[in-house]
């Protein structure tokens, strides 16, 4: 009995960081294409107020995650992840689009999606983060279209996937990668090996 309560005791000390793998998988193929995931048509708000969606993504390969700016837990390392492979993939001449879908659109305005982005130093010429609908909405969409949880726990945290995806330009989600891997370097091959 003792040996679980410290069991229980080191689950609730880690924090909801050990539940965000629900739905995500741990698999270190980054290939996700079997998997048939096709992103649903969709136009949210970015930061800047503006109308965003499948239009603008048309015909591009374009990389999304979810997350939200209050997130006690892992967003403070996916994001700079991100931030990274940004930098990294524009130094390599690679042309895409890189998607943040916030899972707290009620906190998540344009304006404070704006201020996040810029103090995470993302390039929003080519980043998004994308806001404009409800808790139910933002589930559904992860959940069809990228075979992925979104929850809210009623506290100050959100379950979400910690993976980035990789998108095609006809909106098939052919990749997926860890949002938690501070070593990029297989992902960077990855991705210089798959989009063209």
């Given at each position: 009995?003792?040996?679980?309560?410290?069991?229980?005791?080191?689950?609730?000390?880690?924090?909801?960081?050990?539940?965000?793998?629900?739905?995500?998988?741990?698999?270190?193929?980054?290939?996700?294409?079997?998997?048939?995931?096709?992103?649903?048509?969709?136009?949210?708000?970015?930061?800047?107020?503006?109308?965003?969606?499948?239009?603008?993504?048309?015909?591009q390969y374009?990389?999304?995650?979810?997350?939200?700016?209050?997130?006690?837990?892992v967003c403070?390392?996916?994001?700079?992840?991100?931030?990274?492979?940004?930098?990294?993939?524009?130094?390599?001449?690679?042309?895409?689009?890189?998607?943040?879908?916030?899972?707290?659109?009620?906190?998540?305005?344009?304006?404070?999606?704006?201020?996040?982005?810029?103090?995470?130093?993302?390039?929003?010429?080519?980043?998004?983060?994308?806001?404009?609908?409800?808790?139910?909405?933002?589930?559904?969409?992860?959940?069809?279209?990228?075979?992925?949880?979104?929850?809210?726990?009623?506290?100050?945290?959100?379950?979400?996937?910690?993976?980035?995806?990789?998108?095609?330009?006809?909106?098939?989600?052919?990749?997926?990668?860890?949002?938690?891997?501070?070593?990029?370097?297989?992902?960077?091959?990855d991705l210089?090996?798959?989009?063209?």
């Amino acid at each position: 009995m003792k040996k679980l309560s410290v069991i229980l005791l080191a689950f609730v000390l880690s924090g909801c960081g050990w539940i965000y793998q629900v739905g995500s998988g741990s698999s270190s193929e980054y290939d996700f294409s079997e998997a048939g995931a096709e992103v649903i048509p969709f136009e949210f708000t970015n930061q800047e107020g503006e109308p965003y969606g499948s239009e603008q993504l048309e015909g591009q390969y374009w990389l999304a995650n979810m997350i939200f700016t209050y997130c006690p837990t892992v967003c403070p390392t996916m994001t700079p992840n991100m931030q990274r492979l940004q930098a990294t993939m524009e130094e390599e001449g690679i042309d895409m689009s890189y998607i943040s879908f916030t899972v707290d659109p009620e906190r998540d305005t344009p304006e404070h999606l704006l201020s996040y982005g810029t103090n995470v130093g993302a390039n929003l010429e080519s980043w998004q983060f994308l806001t404009g609908y409800t808790q139910d909405e933002i589930a559904d969409f992860s959940r069809e279209s990228f075979m992925a949880v979104v929850q809210d726990t009623d506290g100050e945290d959100i379950i979400h996937s910690t993976s980035f995806f990789l998108v095609d330009p006809s909106g098939q989600v052919i990749r997926k990668y860890s949002g938690l891997q501070t070593n990029q370097d297989t992902i960077v091959e990855d991705l210089l090996k798959t989009v063209q």
